[in-house]
């Protein structure tokens, strides 16, 4: 049986997360992908912002830092630059990462840099109210959009393609397995990793539209997945509002930090 205890800082047991929500099965698969790599505690850093899923960096024993809302990548891109040697991973949500923290995101994913992120995307800012978040389906309420969200939501995965990330991959929280597959490859891949986790939060999310408990949302969740090598024999009309799984993107592009040190080499070298 697998030995989360080594990973975990017992003394800040039991978590706070709503019974039902599916961020415990998240933080369980990263840690699945840490142990497979082989990596030991001191070569990971994990950075997080502010909301449900970035109270994950104070239950794990990593280098850890819980900074301020919008602003996990930019800490990480931080830590990256002075120690490129660590493992820097970016714990963040769909709030926190595309709408304080939207230009972070766009520029991480645009410089490459070798971070990899794993987004809780539960359609919501769960901890802090309840609010619309980028994320949230047209026509869903929160307590921001009593009678229905009437904006279009973003493709966070999407967005960090086209801005220029190595590695998207979007899995969800009812596919374990597979999502230890996807968090294991964002890891290993140099340049900006992006995997995009979709969470049941029946809480804030889920009360609010009548859409059940955890388990029933669990269950949507995997209704409403279509795995993305099948979706493109499908007509585009029939994908509304079906979640597309699996690699995104999967490509090699230069890394900044390497770029970045190569030109304090050419520097170092006209000055000699």
Excluded at 101 to 106: D, E, R, V
């Amino acid at each position: 049986m697998f030995d989360y205890n080594k990973y975990l800082r017992l003394n800040k047991l039991p978590l706070i997360w709503c019974p039902g929500c599916g961020h415990g099965i998240v933080m369980k698969s990263i840690l699945r992908a840490i142990d497979k790599i082989g990596l030991s505690n001191d070569e990971i850093t994990m950075v997080s912002g502010i909301g449900c899923s970035s109270r994950l960096t104070g239950y794990v024993d990593f280098n850890t830092l819980h900074t301020t809302h919008g602003r996990a990548l930019a800490f990480a891109t931080g830590v990256k630059m002075v120690k490129p040697e660590m493992t820097v991973i970016v714990i963040t949500g769909d709030g926190d990462a595309t709408a304080i923290g939207g230009n972070h995101y766009i520029h991480a994913a645009r410089r490459n840099i070798d971070i990899s992120v794993i987004l809780f995307n539960n359609n919501i800012y769960g901890m802090t109210g309840g609010q619309l978040s980028p994320t949230t389906p047209a026509g869903f309420n929160a307590s921001t959009a009593p009678y229905g969200n009437v904006e279009n939501s973003f493709n966070i995965s999407g967005l960090a393609e086209a801005a220029g990330a190595s590695f998207v991959a979007r899995g969800t929280a009812f596919d374990a397995l597979k999502l230890d597959k996807m968090i294991e490859k964002a890891i290993r891949k140099k340049g900006f990793s992006l995997v995009e986790a979709m969470s049941p939060c029946p809480t804030a999310f889920g009360r609010r539209n009548r859409l059940g408990n955890g388990s029933k949302m669990l269950k949507q969740l995997k209704d409403d997945s279509i795995p993305i090598a099948k979706a493109a024999k499908i007509p585009t009309e029939d994908l509304t509002d079906k979640i597309l799984t699996g690699i995104v993107v999967d490509r090699d592009l230069p890394e900044y930090t390497e770029n970045y040190q190569k030109l304090i080499d050419s520097l170092q070298d006209k000055s000699k």
